[in-house]
């Protein structure tokens, strides 16, 4: 799969990098796309794997756990990134389809686009509010609050990097 949009290649590679929001250095990863090199689907899944890692090391950074709670911590966020990528896998192909689509939206197609989208925020919400007692299990009240505080930061501020990027749909040119 090969964008067709730069501007969503770049976007796609913004979004998957944690800013200065999050007091992180970019982790390294493939060549950015650039109007000779689109970003592939191979890039795209490095840059995910490299947001993954760069997500884990703030976690760690930032949540102070004893061994003890490591321990017991470590499977449970491991197992809840796994269920999470599962709906970004589906966040990502709307984003690419987005950008792929742009000028050829209609209002039936809008109007399905919106749906998933929303549809991907309820179930990143209920995932979330899923582990909650998950990891209440495994971790004190206030630990457990600060790595979904964590967690919810970094999730934001890819959020928010996706909305500030996107276009507005209605500034599309029509067929």
Do not use: H
Request: proline share 7%; net charge positive.
């Amino acid at each position: 799969m090969t964008l067709k949009i730069l501007g969503a290649a770049a976007l796609l590679a913004v979004c998957l990098i944690p800013g200065p929001v999050l007091a992180q250095a970019a982790p390294a990863g493939p060549p950015i796309a650039t109007a000779t090199r689109p970003l592939t689907a191979a890039d795209l899944a490095d840059l995910r794997a490299a947001l993954r890692a760069s997500r884990k090391q703030t976690v760690a950074q930032t949540l102070r756990l004893t061994p003890e709670e490591a321990t017991r911590f470590w499977p449970v966020y491991d197992q809840y990134t796994a269920d999470l990528i599962k709906i970004n896998d589906s966040l990502y192909q709307l984003v690419a389809e987005y950008a792929n689509t742009y000028g050829k939206y209609d209002d039936k197609a809008a109007t399905s686009f919106i749906t998933r989208w929303l549809d991907i925020d309820v179930r990143t919400t209920s995932l979330r509010a899923s582990y909650v007692p998950r990891v209440g299990k495994v971790l004190p009240g206030i630990k457990a609050t600060t790595f979904f505080q964590i967690d919810r930061r970094m999730a934001m501020t890819i959020d928010l990097k996706i909305a500030s990027q996107l276009p507005i749909l209605q500034a599309q040119v029509r067929p």
